[in-house]
């Protein structure tokens, strides 16, 4: 008999233990051998994320039992329902494991090659572990994974010493050093010296004018080398008066000696630490209370699975996740001494939470107003604020843009691309954020100011290491085969600014200086006595950088060639302006109106990323669309022409195109924040050509999308729609007058939500002129909503008004790129805002007029856990409650009056001192009738003393005429409220005064 005929021979049981053991060992090098490698590699990880040993092994519990239980289930079901299913069932599960295995081997190739070979390696698989018995007993074998990996990371006594985070337990030296003045220290994170320089070499007065003003009163060193080109070596370095060391944890458990420990016997410390953890918790003013462990868990695996997915999934897909490797790099192997390539691995995010999850600014700002007035003790204020450092999201006013999707186009594991033009978009980009840094030195002084404190303190402004923008060259990582081309001296190079206590004078100190050297300076300047410190002699030998992986770099003195280099080249980017948004392919175009060239039609079309953004813009939000990004329909345009964007008929940026995921042709581009008007901004691309010397622009075609505004009269009352185009170079604006809905000519209506409740269905005629009607658009909260076409087959409306309005249908859906999380408003999400406002939609027709679709209350829901939901067919979904929480009201009479039955009462938001949207009635659990609310109730105004609540009442006929005495059997009376809820009204009380309970 061959091995692949050979059945199972003993226990029954064993095709069970069989694949449960395959799949467990299976499992554990799909999931947890990828990450641990990584966390090995970098163990400094658990200790920045105040990890103890307990999470950690929390985490491999977790990563051995949830993908073995999701995998192994099936089979257990298999074994119980069929016994002769469980070894195919096992044998899909290890094949998928396998493909998931064979993906992550495949990642650099392209997805359409490697989606097919790991499915090929996966049923490859499967199909073996079903027929021959070897590979079954190769799966046993494979199942000691489970218990080799995870024992790979416990027994690593780096990740052991981390996760100890044994600063908690650092026994601080009490020596007194003498210093006394109150000390700020800030340091920025990727700050390079040349983005402060103007062309002359002096701090920019122009683009920076608070750090100028603050180096009129402080010593400016220009030869400032940093110690390492990553955070967690140069920091440490700068904080212990210690060249930088690769292998060492940024903890004060490793460096006891540290400017924190040291000053903690004379002053008071406010630290911030993002990415070390050099000041014992229990020393700092600042420190946050540890977070719960099962949040702490909560976001380990939520960051460890985006990790996980990105060193999954190819990269064309993984490029669309949110930003890891571009928080915090370098999270790869211990590196040799000797010069050597970074390597090409991807890293853990160690500082992923922090910047993806925080306001940089907001921090800073904290920080800030955490400087108190002056004390007994003098205070040492400690900032490592993620400034400039990526992502580049903030325009000089600190307004922040949507950063884009697939991270930072043109830059590979840290490398630029060889073409010049994506480095050139992304250096502009920092510029702007540079010049937000400015903003918030400038609050810093000023509150240093406003507490009496600038004088007196020692103030020091850095940075950790700077940034390089070099074609072909990494963007942060030390590369010693580019010592002539100068990318080691832009990461080197850094701002270094010391305003001395009671320093009235500016000083330039054009010695080299390194700041390993820092921590020695400061309590020189802050008046500790020599020799009380404990710090390592200071050397004298050139300034040295030390590279994570690429061994060390000593720097001459004279760098002026350097500096000369990139100033000049930096003076002609930023042009006569002096401003980043000089920066383009063709600058020269910048400024003037698209009018002022020939414009023909281009054949070529595209498409831009959340298109909406433009057709609303609210100037008092955080956050504006400054980025303009699309993809052409084409893969390379005829005569790689370069592309100008408009801004209201205004070119205000030209780039050059670049390729985007999956070989898509994309552009970006910054514009301006004061290009941006209030309301509807049209903006237009164009591909610049020259023909016979002239300019010449294409219009690029985008998809007809028209933006509606609403018009009102002079006493608030919506008369007219206004229809524009999102391009400037479209004819004028049409207008649409308002009418009442009229069954006779035009009306329609809403007939609620479908797809989860994010799109809207309903239908419009006219009667009038059948087929007139061309679109639906919808507003929410008087903000563009969605348009619609006016053209689905609806066979209902034809039964009802005629054949020919069979086509009367429509879907009005959210803009494309929008999603039930976008925020809409002031901070909601759109999901919310549906949810709560609804949408007011009007049919348009082309005999110039539009009219408002109606709405219906459709009846009540329950919820699993008891909760009620009215919904509503124009989206909205109103939480039924009683009076409370701010809302109040009651039925205050149920009575016959000749042959109606009548309902009085009242009802109102207290807190908002708002009266309700309507007043709606149903029987049955269906929708009744509805009455309007506005009769005077100056009883309700008295009792609660609020001449916002006197037009409260409400008066009106039930239908059919219940009996007075029976009426609350089979009706229920909702006040239908603007902030989302239906507040069911109860009877009140004879007598009873308002707001009492009716019972």
Request: with cysteine; proline share 8%.
């Amino acid at each position: 008999m061959s091995e692949r005929q050979r059945p199972d021979r003993g226990d029954p049981q064993r095709p069970l233990a069989t694949g449960l053991a395959t799949i467990a060992g299976l499992s554990s090098l799909a999931f947890a051998q990828p990450l641990y490698d990584l966390l090995r590699r970098a163990p400094e990880f658990f200790a920045i994320r105040d990890l103890s040993l307990l999470d950690v092994l929390t985490l491999v519990v977790l990563l051995a039992i949830v993908p073995v239980f999701a995998f192994g289930l099936p089979v257990l079901l298999a074994r119980v329902i069929r016994p002769v299913w469980t070894r195919p069932t096992a044998a899909a599960a290890a094949g998928l494991l396998t493909a998931i295995i064979a993906l992550q081997a495949l990642q650099d190739q392209p997805a359409t090659a490697a989606i097919p070979a790991a499915a090929s390696a996966g049923a490859a698989a499967a199909w073996a572990y079903l027929r021959f018995q070897g590979v079954r007993y190769f799966g046993l074998l494979l199942s000691a994974a489970a218990v080799v990996v995870p024992a790979l990371l416990l027994i690593d006594s780096r990740v052991r010493q981390s996760a100890a985070f044994a600063s908690r337990d650092v026994v601080v030296d009490e020596t007194d050093t003498g210093a006394r003045a109150p000390i700020v220290l800030v340091i920025f994170d990727e700050w390079s010296l040349t983005s402060i320089l103007d062309r002359t070499g002096s701090i920019d007065r122009e683009r920076l004018p608070n750090l100028a003003a603050l180096a009129d009163q402080a010593t400016w060193y220009p030869n400032t080398t940093a110690a390492a080109d990553v955070s967690e070596l140069a920091v440490p370095a700068m904080l212990t008066g210690s060249e930088a060391r690769r292998g060492q944890l940024p903890t004060a458990a490793e460096h006891p000696v540290n400017l924190f420990t040291l000053l903690a016997a004379s002053h008071d410390l406010h630290v911030v630490e993002p990415i070390t953890s050099l000041c014992p918790p229990q020393l700092n003013l600042l420190a946050e209370s540890r977070q719960p462990a099962r949040e702490r868990l909560g976001l380990l695996v939520s960051d460890l699975s985006l990790v996980w997915l990105r060193l999954t999934l190819p990269s064309p897909w993984s490029d669309r996740l949110p930003e890891v490797t571009q928080t915090w790099s370098g999270f790869g192997r211990e590196g040799p001494r000797t010069a050597v390539a970074p390597p090409t691995d991807q890293p853990v995010p160690r500082a992923l939470f922090h910047l993806s999850r925080t306001d940089r600014a907001a921090e800073f700002r904290r920080f800030v107003q955490a400087i108190g007035m002056p004390k007994e003790r003098p205070g040492f204020y400690f900032l490592h604020s993620m400034l400039p450092h990526v992502p580049w999201e903030y325009l000089p006013s600190g307004r922040r843009y949507e950063t884009p999707s697939g991270g930072v186009h043109g830059l590979e594991r840290e490398f630029w691309s060889e073409s010049p033009w994506p480095v050139l978009h992304h250096r502009k980009r920092y510029l702007l954020q540079v010049e937000f840094l400015d903003r918030l030195i400038g609050e810093l002084t000023a509150r240093l100011e406003s507490t009496g404190l600038f004088d007196r303190s020692l103030i020091v402004i850095t940075a950790d290491h700077g940034i390089a923008f070099r074609p072909g060259r990494s963007r942060r990582l030390l590369e010693l085969t580019d010592l002539e081309g100068g990318q080691p001296l832009d990461l080197a190079n850094v701002p270094l600014l010391v305003k001395a206590p009671f320093q009235q004078q500016p000083d330039v100190d054009q010695a080299p200086v390194s700041l390993a050297g820092l921590t020695p300076l400061i309590l020189e300047l802050a008046g500790a006595e020599e020799g009380l410190a404990p710090l390592p002699e200071s050397a004298s030998a050139p300034p040295t950088m030390v590279g994570k992986y690429a061994g060390e770099v000593e720097f001459a003195a004279d760098r002026e060639s350097w500096r000369q280099g990139r100033l000049a080249e930096q003076a002609g980017l930023l042009g006569e302006s002096n401003d980043p948004m000089a920066i383009g392919a063709r600058p020269e175009l910048h400024g003037r109106t698209a009018s002022d060239f020939t414009v023909k039609s281009s054949e070529s079309t595209i498409e831009l990323t959340d298109a909406w953004a433009w057709d609303h813009v609210d100037p008092d939000r955080t956050h504006v669309p400054a980025l303009v990004e699309g993809s052409f329909d084409q893969r390379s345009l005829p005569g790689d022409p370069d592309v100008a964007v408009a801004l209201n008929g205004v070119i205000v940026a030209t780039v050059k195109p670049h390729i985007g995921p999956e070989g898509s042709l994309r552009v970006a581009a910054v514009v301006p924040e004061a290009g941006l008007a209030a309301g509807l901004n049209q903006v237009d691309v164009f591909l610049v050509s020259e023909a016979d010397g002239d300019i010449e622009l294409e219009h690029v075609q985008r998809a007809r999308y028209p933006v509606y505004a609403i018009a009102r009269d002079e006493r608030g009352r919506i008369e007219a729609l206004i229809r524009r185009s999102r391009s400037a170079q479209d004819d004028s604006p049409a207008r649409f007058r308002v009418a009442r809905p009229d069954p006779a000519g035009l009306f329609g209506n809403l007939d609620g939500s479908i797809e989860s409740g994010f799109t809207l269905q309903g239908w419009a005629i006219d009667r009038e002129d059948p087929g007139s009607v061309e679109e639906v658009v919808a507003f929410l909260a008087g903000r563009p909503f969605a348009v619609s076409a006016v053209a689905l087959e609806r066979p209902d409306v034809a039964a009802r008004h005629g054949s020919e309005h069979a086509r009367s249908g429509f879907l009005l859906r959210p803009p494309a790129g929008a999603s039930e999380g976008q925020r809409f408003g002031q901070g909601e999400s759109l999901y919310d805002a549906l949810h709560r406002e609804g949408v007011v939609a009007y049919a348009v027709s082309r005999r110039g007029r539009a009219t408002r679709l109606r709405f219906s209350y459709q009846p009540t829901e329950r919820g699993r856990r008891g909760s009620e939901t009215m919904p509503v067919t124009d989206g909205r979904r109103l939480s039924v409650q009683p009076p409370g929480d701010g809302f109040d009201g009651s039925l205050d009479v149920v009575t016959r009056r000749n042959d109606a039955t009548v309902l009085e009462g009242w009802a109102a938001d207290l807190e908002r001192g708002e009266r309700p949207r309507q007043i709606v009635i149903y029987r049955d659990g269906e929708f009744l009738a509805s009455l309007g609310i506005n009769r005077d109730r100056p009883d309700v105004r008295e009792h609660y003393d609020d001449q916002r609540l006197l037009r409260t009442g409400f008066r009106g006929e039930v239908p059919d005429a219940p009996e007075p005495a029976t009426f609350g059997e089979r009706h229920r009376v909702f006040a239908i409220m603007l902030r989302g809820a239906a507040v069911e009204l109860p009877l009140r009380a004879p007598n009873a005064p308002p707001g009492e309970d009716p019972r």
